[in-house]
């Protein structure tokens, strides 16, 4: 991809969007089931989606793209400094440490 062209994103790095949205969404069902109705998780839904199919895309052209870089920068310089460390989910802890295949349920 160079500079001029207009960005699109790959298969791979599509599927990958929906499964690391899907994961936000699921993260985030208590605070929708408490403070968001269904139409405003609609509206919320494509806007994870398309956020993180957008890093993703920036992060993958990162060192190819002068524009993808720009991006990139920019949101780093946007991370607030009271933000805490991310952490892994804790039914994904849970799901790792356990003996056995199935998936975590929460």
Not at 32 to 52: G, K, V, Y
């Amino acid at each position: 991809m160079t500079d001029e062209s207009t960005p699109t994103l790959s298969p791979e790095m599509g599927r990958f969007a929906m499964i690391v949205a899907m994961t936000v969404r699921n993260a985030i069902e208590d605070f929708h089931c408490e403070h968001l109705t269904d139409e405003q998780m609609r509206q919320l839904n494509p806007i994870i989606r398309n956020a993180i199919a957008t890093a993703l895309h920036a992060f993958e052209n990162y060192g190819s793209s002068e524009k993808a870089r720009k991006f990139m920068d920019f949101q780093h310089r946007c991370i607030p400094t009271y933000w805490e460390p991310p952490e892994l989910l804790e039914g994904y802890v849970k799901f790792w440490k356990r003996k056995g295949d199935a998936p975590p349920s929460g």
